[in-house]
């Protein structure tokens, strides 16, 4: 991920320059989207429209198109954001049953795993940081929870992705600063690879507690409370259980940046209801649990009781481009963890409600009137801002109100189908590896001949207005 930080440098993008052409574009829509909490039919149908708005910004699957992949312009996605939107979309199957997406899905889970089965493809690694590769692996765990369509066999399957990813990871253990914890960066010649944030650190901890659950071995158990444990001695989750964004190696970790996100919160959560379901139901692992929803309340607005709002960006309007997709992985994280805790249920229920209401409302946007904003707390009215974030936030607050008859996480004890490998990804990835070779022309050419040809959406969202 690259957004500004106060500790390292990092490229900083504002909301998109369009919003005013797109306020003006939404002011003759006087309705969001209908959403009725009570029908599980209306909530399906919220979920079908916001998911077809946010699909019309990828042409991954379109011929000369590169699957897996968001489009750089007008506005830069990077690419830990596309693997994060592709795991809203398997939500989308679970939580409707619509199987729409999963061709596009799988083709793009695939497509992008690299030559080594490990999410470390070469397009992509001479940028790729630990946290940008897990958004991906934690996608594959998630098609292995939920049963999602398996790929043929001659492909990398989604238990053994998510293996990959955790084991090349766990090779990048670091001990030699801060006491141990994963950088940010995978590569020393990237900015930000003094930094050990608790993004990359959490996804670790949420891959490790999830493997443990699913396969029953120890191993990984024993990462999760290793890892849950630096975090807590470092600093970036105090006693209070808020969870901060990081600390420099160059000073030994002892000062923190203590910004809190959304999905720093989010991941954490998910990892300790694995924990807590893993351990059946330690009273140690309930406490730090409670503790971490307690400690989302930040993260809903005061005065908007219960509705969800970007603490740390949208009050002074400046989310960039990766912030404004945080939201939707604290929601998504939020309704699992009802799944693996269910005394969280109540507590949880109650917040993605009254968003999911709050959400819908604004999505009054684009040329269709369903373009989704930032922000929730503004009583309905569309903020004129638009994007992937945007929908992918409004997409999955609202598809998690349908996780009360949702079923739970599966393991290989409890019906999950999908193949492991405990060895995939241990060649590693050494921090001082040669710089990849960057994409080609004919590698673009390549991924158009064999990607399947058609045109699923017609981009028209209000960004294409501007031009």
């Not at 960039?320 to 507590?347: C, E, G, H, I, V």
């Not at 959406?457 to 031009?467: A, E, I, P």
Request: net charge negative; proline share 5%.
């Amino acid at each position: 991920m690259r957004f500004l930080h106060s500790l390292s440098p990092r490229g900083f993008s504002q909301l998109w320059t369009g919003a005013a052409i797109c306020s003006l574009v939404s002011s003759t829509v006087a309705q969001g989207i209908p959403l009725d909490l009570e029908s599980p039919d209306s909530i399906k149908a919220a979920a079908k429209t916001v998911a077809h708005e946010m699909m019309s910004y990828y042409n991954g699957n379109e011929t000369g198109g590169i699957p897996g992949l968001l489009p750089e312009a007008p506005v830069r996605y990077f690419w830990w954001e596309a693997g994060a939107m592709f795991g809203s979309l398997l939500d989308y199957y679970y939580y409707t049953g619509n199987s729409e997406y999963n061709e596009v899905t799988t083709q793009a889970l695939l497509f992008q795993t690299g030559p080594n089965n490990d999410y470390m493809p070469p397009n992509q690694t001479k940028n790729e940081g630990n946290d940008d590769q897990a958004f991906w692996g934690m996608a594959a765990m998630t098609a292995a929870e939920q049963n999602f369509p398996n790929p043929p066999a001659d492909k990398p399957q989604w238990l053994a992705l998510a293996q990959a990813v955790f084991n090349s990871q766990a090779l990048r253990w670091d001990d030699t600063t801060c006491g141990g914890g994963l950088r940010w960066q995978i590569f020393s010649f990237n900015n930000g690879y003094d930094y050990k944030n608790s993004i990359s650190n959490g996804c670790f901890f949420n891959l490790a507690a999830r493997l443990a659950t699913y396969t029953g071995n120890k191993t990984y158990s024993d990462w999760a409370e290793k890892s849950w444990q630096w975090v807590n001695a470092i600093g970036l989750m105090d006693p209070e259980y808020r969870v901060f964004d990081g600390s420099d190696d160059t000073i030994n970790c002892t000062r923190l940046n203590h910004i809190q996100w959304s999905y720093n919160a989010g991941v954490f959560l998910l990892g300790a209801a694995s924990m807590y379901n893993n351990t059946n139901g330690s009273p140690i692992w309930r406490d730090r649990l409670q503790g971490l929803l307690d400690a989302t309340e930040v993260f809903f607005h005061p005065e908007v009781r219960d509705v969800m709002f970007e603490v740390a960006c949208e009050p002074n309007g400046k989310c960039n481009t990766d912030q404004l997709s945080f939201k939707a992985y604290l929601a998504r994280w939020m309704a699992a963890t009802t799944k693996l805790a269910p005394f969280t249920y109540d507590f949880v229920q109650k917040k993605l409600r009254a968003s999911a209401a709050a959400a819908a409302a604004q999505c009054s946007g684009g040329t269709r009137g369903t373009s989704c904003g930032t922000l929730w707390t503004n009583n309905g009215v569309y903020d004129g801002t638009y994007g992937v974030g945007q929908q992918m936030s409004a997409l999955e607050v609202i598809q998690s109100n349908l996780i009360k008859d949702a079923k739970g996480p599966l393991s290989i004890v409890t019906g999950g189908t999908s193949k492991g490998d405990p060895s995939a990804g241990t060649g590693g990835t050494s921090p001082m590896g040669p710089l990849p070779t960057p994409v080609t022309t004919r590698d673009r050419v390549g991924a158009g001949i064999i990607t399947t040809i058609f045109i699923v959406f017609v981009l028209g969202s209000c960004v294409w207005m501007m031009f």
